[in-house]
């Protein structure tokens, strides 16, 4: 079943259209990394999923529910970090879950209970300060203990680690890691190599719309373009392969570039037999997310 | 009802932790001691002013002050009470559109109109009790120092100037559902006020004003009696009612 379900969703602020037509699909059960660089429209996609912007068109469903602008009845299945976290200042860490528990009707058993659970996933079980003093990086893992406190069925979090140092980004993708068997997880993100690391699934978010979307292992596949490199003993055998073969580049370093959809490499290996070329390493490159990504955006 | 409730605490608990409840009480028992005072000071005043004014050429009798005097301070300082605790609370919603803190309680599932009801019912009982409270301390001291017996509609006139706290309480919980800024609800407010004040010039109009509540003189000293002052407690009683109702479904559709 899919968790969430959008279809064509547009919105505009005043003369910029930021989302033109956005389709995305999130499976349950799945980690979801939504890409995009600064500007692309995360967050506002983010924010109509939770009805907080209201469309301009289009159809969003939770849990096959559909969603409403102002007051929001799916909600009740969604548990949200967002960007900035802010929460009442004055309370500390376990006084303000219970303040969530409260407003979601749980009984005061239940939300001591889970509080002092999520506290230990987050690390904040010893922090006894109000939350006026809480670094980012605190803020961030109580952000996400409040957003899991109602057990949710789906966790959207927006870009829960770009403002945290290599340590603590880590600590929250473990974190992240670690609730996917309660939850399905949506995040966006634009640090690849946290997408890399824990997403089964991603899309990547282009021009107001899906560039590419899927299963992770499935996309680097399907775009494998079998990219190969070689790098010959001596630059003049370099440059014979380079004027032979058309679709070869040399860059600055004299090593060769060239995929098989412009020479069988089999050929290739031919040629330099043939001529007894000797070379010091020939490489089949596995694409990266980032080129992966770099390559469908300058198109 | 819950969560309700849970609103209602988390809003006290802010209020104490952020000690505006202690200032606000401050402020409301000094108004309170501050009425009979006056009145009880005004003789003293004069008397050592005497010289002076006879110089002058004015010749001071001997003044007598009654509970009257210090009822008559009463209805001048409540405005500025009222200003005080309206400075004080006017931001109850826009420190939350600010600050993004209702974002995380509203995508919890808390209702909207909860948080429109739990913030009317605090600030509202928080102006009664004040209210309430500087009104029993300058009672009390009347008591003690002359006879209450004699302002006429005390009860009545008292009760008017409660109402038109209450009335601003509902502009502000109206005013804060409309705007995005604490300069805006404190201008809506104040653009009423004024524009009341402006219209009571016109005689026919200014016994259906909510302005004319703040006028408990001419009451307590019998020159107008209770009903003429029906038409405006029931048209301010309509504003209040129809303020809280309006700004639920308004909040509703607010962008936050
Ligand atoms: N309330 C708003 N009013 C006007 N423009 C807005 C508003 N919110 C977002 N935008 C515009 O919409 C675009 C998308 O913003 P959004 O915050 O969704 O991007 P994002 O992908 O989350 O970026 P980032 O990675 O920086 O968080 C931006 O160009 C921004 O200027
Ligand atoms: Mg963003």
Redesign the pocket.
Known sequence: MDMLKITGLY?H??D?E?LKGLDLTVPEGSIFGFI????????????TVLGL?KADSGEIEVAGERVVYGQTATNRYIGYLP?VPEFYSFMNASEYLAFCGEITGMDRAEIAARSSELLELVGLQNEKHRIRGFSRGMKQRLGIAQALLNRPRLLIC??PT?ALDPVGRKEILDILLAVRKQTTVLF?T?ILSDVERICTDVAL?GEGNISIEGKLSDIKTGYRRDEYTILTESRSDSEILCDTFSGITCDDQGILHFSESSHAHVEILRFICDRNISILKIERTEPTLESLFMEVIDK | MSNLAAFIRKEVTEHIRSGKITILVVIFIILGIMNPAIAKLTPWLLETMADTLAESGMTVTEVTVSALDSWVQFFKNLPMGLIAFILFESNSFSKEYQSGTLVLSLTKGLKRHTVVTAKAIVISTLWSALYWLSFGITYAYNAYFWDNGIAQSLLFSVVCGWLIGVFAVALAVFFSTVAKSNTGVLMGIGTIFVLSYILSVIPKLNEYLPTRLLDGNSLIYGKSSPKDYAAALILTLAVIVVSFIASIPIFNKK?L
Do not use: I, P, W
């Open positions: 919105k602020f005043g910029k930021v995009g660089k600064n500007g692309a429209g995360k967050t506002t996609t983010m924010k912007l960007d927006d870009e770009s966006s634009h978010l | 962008q």
